[in-house]
């Protein structure tokens, strides 16, 4: 190894302001690729150590901690194929939460329709819960913190969700999404079926808006840095 390439782990950490555990701790999670030791069992970082960690960290605001680490153990292990696999997949997650986020936007431009279980459009549990990617159980969860009140079929017991049932579905699992805890979900609700129009969710709306368009920003950055790292010798 060139000595002038040579790095020490304190010389990755300063460029992050990272602790030098943290790189060692990243080196032992996959998410860099083995260094080499000296004689002494000093590790010894190269440019590409360095290309690697800047991918990391791009990715993270991206995919999430969980994701861009097995993008980079996939990366570091030569499984290119499967790194690209779960970019993809975030990248299809992102496109759902924005057709998600359209289609709360369009329910709320209409109007409140009434709660009545003949209406027509009506759905039970499971085709909803297969609608938003949730099981069941979320949704009688929901019911129980008072997100949503379906009615029941008077013959057969079974929940009838009504299209200002699924509208509130939809809100509830856009905001659960965007990070907002129940407490504050069943509030907005209270609130918009209160106003019985989207004025006092306009608010949270733009902001998650804009936290999906902060992440097809990072998408960008942290691909132009995966790919940085794999081009790096």
Do not use: C
């Amino acid at each position: 190894m060139n000595l002038k390439t040579r790095l020490r782990p304190v010389d990755l950490a300063r460029e992050h302001g990272l602790s030098t555990q943290a790189v060692r701790n990243y080196e032992e999670a996959g998410f860099l690729p083995p260094a080499e030791r000296s004689p002494h069992g000093y590790r010894r970082y190269t440019p590409r150590h360095a290309a690697a960690l800047r991918a990391f960290l791009a990715l993270i605001p991206a995919h999430g901690h969980a994701t861009a680490g097995a993008i980079m153990r996939a990366a570091n292990g030569g499984a290119v194929e499967e790194a690209l696999r779960l970019i993809d997949d975030s990248h299809a997650q992102l496109a759902e939460d924005r057709r998600t986020l359209e289609a709360v936007e369009r329910a709320l431009d209409d109007p409140m329709p009434p709660r009545e279980p003949a209406e027509p459009g009506v759905t039970f549990i499971g085709p909803l819960a297969r609608r938003i990617g949730v099981r069941p159980a979320t949704l009688r969860a929901w019911e129980r913190a008072g997100l949503v009140t379906p009615r029941r079929d008077p013959r057969t017991g079974y929940r009838i969700y009504t299209s200002a049932e699924v509208r509130d579905v939809l809100l509830a699992h856009q905001l659960r999404r965007g990070g907002y805890g129940v407490e504050r979900i069943a509030l907005v609700l209270e609130r918009v079926r209160a106003a019985g129009g989207p004025y006092p969710l306009q608010a949270t709306l733009g902001e998650w808006r804009d936290r999906l368009t902060a992440r097809g920003l990072a998408m960008l950055a942290g691909a132009a840095a995966l790919d940085t790292y794999l081009g790096t010798p």
